[in-house]
């Protein structure tokens, strides 16, 4: 399941998301707790800063199996990373990804596909989605709940830049210990000075 689940973050190189048709998007400001990140990374080659939740090193391979992240450094990981993207995890199986998101990849239907292939692929999953603006991007968020694990994708898109997704996975007994960590890291996403 967590394999799966790791594989669906990393298909954030393979979907992507369009506009809404409906209600127009409003701005949304998250409550950033310096305390609770750490030092804010300018990512790849994407212009964006992002600080990570404090005690999440960066990584450069997920774990594939029991949801442990490894830096390489012997054990079973599997490269998973895009090139220009990056990760961060903590000890107990929670990481980020933030990753580019081709626009070439950025179809019509593409947000519809990728709820439509959590929804086969996860069973008993939760799927709740919302689009807000952030610092000029259009961020589309899914929030996907299963028994094991809650996983946050935002995928941020912006006229002349290259689109860029931004995914959390947490274990569900971290999560309501993890929540505000995560909020304030998602608030600290900005265009690199």
Known sequence: MLTTLI?????????GCRSSDSAKPEP??????????AAAESVGELGVS????????????VAQGQGAVGDGQ????????????????NDNGAYCVVSPTPENELGDDARDRLEETYTRVL???QIRRAEFLKDGFLVHQFLIT??????????FEKKGRTPFTVG??????????????????????????
């Open 7 to 15: 594989m669906l973050i990393v298909s954030i190189n393979v979907s």
């Open 146 to 155: 299963t028994p094991e694990t809650v996983v946050f994708s935002l995928y």
């Open 28 to 37: 949304l400001e998250f409550e950033v707790d310096p305390a609770l990140l």
């Open 74 to 89: 012997g054990g079973a990981s599997t490269p998973v990373l895009a090139e220009g993207a990056g990760a961060w995890a």
């Open 168 to 193: 959390y996975v947490v274990p569900r007994g971290q999560y309501a210990s993890a929540l505000r960590s995560v909020e304030s890291s998602i608030g600290s996403v900005r265009v690199a000075e």
């Open 123 to 125: 069973n008993n999953a």
């Open 50 to 61: 992002f600080a990570p939740p404090k005690g999440w090193a960066a990584v450069r391979h």
